[in-house]
């Protein structure tokens, strides 16, 4: 016979285990119901990332085990297009060029950005034009831009002969084919650096300009003890962002040299290309795109630590 007093104590308890246990089920519910809105939001992303990113890149990983032209694709060769890539002096010599390209250009793009967005948050009174005037070149296209450069670099009639004195032809000399594509390249570029940094600027709170003021704090120890602290971050994302962009150039060595004279402006994804479509080898190409995108990835990495110790 049952005990009326343990079967009441039984009830009493899982009565209080099922209110116990609802919190927390209700909770699962919420966080549930707080995800879907989330991963729905995440979805289109995650598809475009998946069909335009992951999907070729996986495509190009095996394109590079092959031999393979344009049309059709042949024989496995496994790693024999990257044993070939080590010991090809043309990647090599294309790869030293866009290093060279980035050191060209990586500080004084950032540099001159940090400059420019200084004088626009100085000078309040002309802020909307001087804006205008240093961001306007970012708008051109390419091939703009580099009809531009090339009438300024003409040896007869061009602006930069006719500062200078001389007949010099830029393009076709050896020495000065790519620092005049790095100086183009700056000129062209430089406004998005300057409105990333200049954002940066307006962020910081005009209470502790003030707090410094009052403190006898003028000119460079400002920007030493409150802007540059504060801007840190934003100028190591605009490094990283150059880093990553100089040393993907393409067009402006493509248009204004051809990679010319003696391949000594020929960066990495020119050589590609001329392999790809000119060789129509693009087993090779493939190989040379994968190599080119480990190299840009763990320079990256490498530069995020860097400004991270240095932050």
């Not at 246990?21 to 990332?49: D, H, I, V």
């Not at 001159?112 to 002309?126: E, S």
């Not at 001329?274 to 129509?280: G, I, K, L, P």
Request: hydrophobic share 55%.
């Amino acid at each position: 016979m049952e005990n009326p007093t343990l079967t009441r104590a039984a009830k009493v308890n899982d009565a209080l285990n099922a209110q116990r246990a609802l919190p927390a089920a209700t909770a699962t519910r919420g966080k549930q119901g707080e995800n879907l809105p989330a991963a729905l939001l995440l979805a289109p992303f995650l598809l475009a990332f998946l069909l335009f990113f992951l999907g070729p890149a996986l495509q190009t990983f095996y394109l590079s085990l092959t031999e393979s032209s344009l049309t059709r694709t042949s024989v496995f060769v496994g790693l024999a297009n990257y044993a070939t890539l080590v010991q090809d002096p043309s990647f090599w010599a294309s790869l030293g060029n866009t290093f060279y390209f980035a050191v060209l250009t990586v500080i004084p793009l950032t540099s001159l950005g940090l400059v420019m967005a200084l004088l626009v948050h100085r000078f309040v009174r002309f802020q909307s034009w001087l804006q205008g005037a240093f961001f306007l070149p970012y708008v051109l296209p390419i091939s703009v831009m580099t009809l531009i450069a090339d009438w300024m670099l003409q040896p007869s009639s061009g602006v930069i002969n006719h500062l200078v004195g001389g007949q010099r032809a830029w393009l076709a000399d050896v020495h000065w084919a790519l620092p005049m594509v790095a100086i183009g390249t700056v000129w062209w570029t430089v406004g998005f650096n300057m409105l990333m940094l200049l954002a940066g600027l307006r962020n910081i709170p005009a209470e502790q300009y003030e707090a410094a003021a009052l403190d006898g704090a003028r000119g460079f120890t400002l920007f030493r003890a409150i802007t540059w602290p504060a801007l840190k971050p934003v100028f190591s994302t605009a490094l990283l962002l150059q880093l990553i962009a100089s040393l993907k150039v393409f067009g402006q060595t493509y248009i204004l040299t051809s990679g010319g004279p003696y391949n000594t402006s020929r960066v990495t994804l020119h050589y590609m290309y001329e392999t790809a479509f000119t060789q129509s080898d693009a087993g090779y190409a493939a190989a040379i795109a994968m190599a080119f995108m480990f190299v840009v990835i763990a320079l990256s990495l490498l530069a995020r630590m860097v400004a991270r110790r240095a932050g």
